[in-house]
């Protein structure tokens, strides 16, 4: 996916084009505020027509640009609307057409049929080679290849897929780079990952959240206020000799209602979504993306996410009469042929720390001794030498079998280690334990840094973990997280998730596996790793498509500037209908009531000029608003008090002053370029 977050011509053109779609009533019910607007354009379009087939020239301009302001004011909101789904609709034009090009090797008994991608169905078993595009979702049943997902996450990176575990998972529209794999579709055309892809980046289902809604009455309910306060003065204009136009109170119904945020309500919801696209996470709904923005509690896992997901060396412990160079050097022997993160960590260890090269292990001519689960040691026979390295039981079981005993310093040495969190291995040569290899879980660098600014935000940080208290604590402590679980079972991560609901907390977490889907739909927000099992991606609102943990930090920051925008805009709107009122309202009484001219603290050229001026100050705050809607408003992680006060000085006080100064200069340019008298 194109990671740019602007907008090309095409986007803009086809913006436009939209923006004249929705005009349709059909469309605008569903956004009230907007509706009214088109209904007054109606009305004020039908007196410009009337005036014009009855060759009445008087009020005839005066009107007609009220009409033209009114229905660019409803066109500017189309617009930015329009303008936030662009990037969705040509990301989604590119999926279709990359969805129906894709053809697919069915397998049908001992025969392999070409067949379109969109003619799969559910348990359809289909063949991928190098080179193929995978065509539907499913999971590998059989093989092991390398794939590129960039085409969905915009990674270049390839990752592995293969049958078995939680790397099983593939998404269509994904391409095989090595190898081969054979998957089983797991949906049916218009149920794939693809298809709700293309659907939610479109807009086309993107429902309204419950604060939209909300918000939305609230809009509806201040413009039925105006518009029984606009009915009414014209029975007061009546009753006290003055003579106001149905356009005119057109104009002044529309300048008070709150059509600034009635125009970019809905490009503000889009936007948020977009904004998690771009960092490659799909949310199934805006509903997703509003709760994260209240989530006060965040469930992470500590492999992966809060450490770096491997145990790594970081010091040799001798026992007494052992010199740490003796058993550095026994260490990295028995660790030559072992290819796993640890066993790689213990030879880097020695060789930089200690200057013990690696060995060619063909010249040692020596046996090594793999891992297993039976006798959880490894080791290698060199040189009359048996070295083994494990964990203390292990190796203590070990050279019990040689009639020797662990020597109790070293025991006490690993239960230090234990007690720290880390993982003591004990190395052995030749029936006597040298000493003890110090393994930890490295935690990630900067991720102490950005707890704190969790704990600002007011968010609670719980880890997740299957190791014992113990160690659980001492990670937990390093990594500057609020709380832990250990031990963690799928059963303890849903009641733990269901205790902080219950006590009022909106609770997000991530998980990849099976076991995790329980846990992903009970939390608020579950986000769930695009590399996992199609279990957990169903089970979570949303999917990083680039499966890294931690990007739950970012969603929680998107989330919350996406209510603060809409808070934002809502009271500058607000608030800038004040001085709108303070600009129409004088110049309709002020000829019969002459002390209304105190209120006209704009100094307004005429009664005309202010009216359509504030009409078109209300049309035009609509475009210089609408990057700032599709941006957001930066989020500085403050307390709820701070955000207010400064919510209310930058948009409020903006808000208030900004029409002042807006429609007194329209209303000079217009007075200097003689459109109005």
Sequence with gaps: MEKNSGFNKDIIKIAVKDSFKKLNPRILWRNPVMLVVEVGALYTSYYVLRDLLAHQWGALGFNLQIAFWLWLTILFANFSEALAEGRGKAQAATLKKARSETMAKKVVGDNLQSVSASELRKDDIVLVEAGDPIPGDGEVIEGIASVDESAVTGESAPVIRESGGDRSAVTGGTRVLSDWI???????????????????????????????????????????????????????????????????????????????????????????????????????????????????????????????????????????????????????????????????????????KYGLRERDIGQLQAIFIPFSAQTRMSGVNVQNREIRKGAVDA???????????????????????????????????????????????????????????????????????????????????????????????PEAKLALIRDYQYKGHLVAMTGDGTNDAP?????????AMNSGTQAAKEAGNMVDLDSNPTKLIEVVGIGKQLLITRGSLTTFSIANDVAKYFAIIPALFSATYPQ???????????PESAIISAVIFNAIIIVFLIPLA?????????????????????YGLGGLITPFIGIKIIDWLLAFLHIIG
């Design 395 to 489: 190796i203590e079981k070990y050279l019990q079998q040689q009639d020797q005993q662990l020597d109790q310093e070293v025991r006490n040495i690993a239960e230090g280690i234990a007690k720290k969190g880390g993982t003591p291995l004990v190395v052995a040569d030749n029936g006597r334990a040298l000493g003890v290899i110090h393994l930890k879980d490295v935690v990630k660098g900067g991720i102490k840094e950005r707890f704190a600014e969790l704990r600002r935000m007011g968010i609670k940080t719980v880890m997740i973990t299957g190791d014992n208290p113990l160690t659980a604590a001492a990670i937990a402590g390093e990594a500057g997280v609020d709380d832990f679980l250990a031990e963690a079972t």
């Design 519 to 527: 846990a992903l739909a009970q939390a608020d927000v579950g986000v």
């Design 182 to 352: 054979q998957v089983r579709i797991s949906a049916n055309p218009g149920e794939t990952f693809l298809d709700r892809m293309i659907n939610l980046v479109e807009g086309a289902k993107r429902q309204k959240t419950p604060n939209e809604v909300a918000l939305t009455i609230l809009l509806l309910g201040l413009t039925i206020v105006f518009l029984l306060a606009v009915a009414t003065l014209e029975s007061y204009a009546i009753y006290s000799g003055a003579y106001v136009s149905v356009p005119v109170l057109l104009a002044l119904l529309v300048c008070l209602i709150p059509t600034t945020i009635g125009g970019l309500l809905s490009a503000i919801g889009i936007a948020g979504m977009d904004r998690l696209l771009k960092r490659n996470v799909l949310a199934m709904s805006g509903r997703a993306v509003e709760a994260a923005g209240d989530v006060d509690v965040l469930l992470l896992d500590k492999t992966g996410t809060i450490t770096l997901g491997n145990r790594m060396a970081t010091e040799f412990l001798p026992a007494p009469g052992v010199r740490v160079e003796e058993l550095a050097d026994t260490a990295q022997l028995s660790s030559l042929a072992d290819e796993t993160p640890e066993g790689r960590s213990i030879v880097v260890l020695a060789k930089n």
């Design 630 to 650: 599709l941006k957001g408003v930066t989020y500085r992680p403050q307390g709820a008090n701070l955000i207010l006060r400064r919510n209310l000085l930058v």
């Design 596 to 606: 209304l001219a105190y209120l006209n603290i704009m100094d307004l050229s005429s």
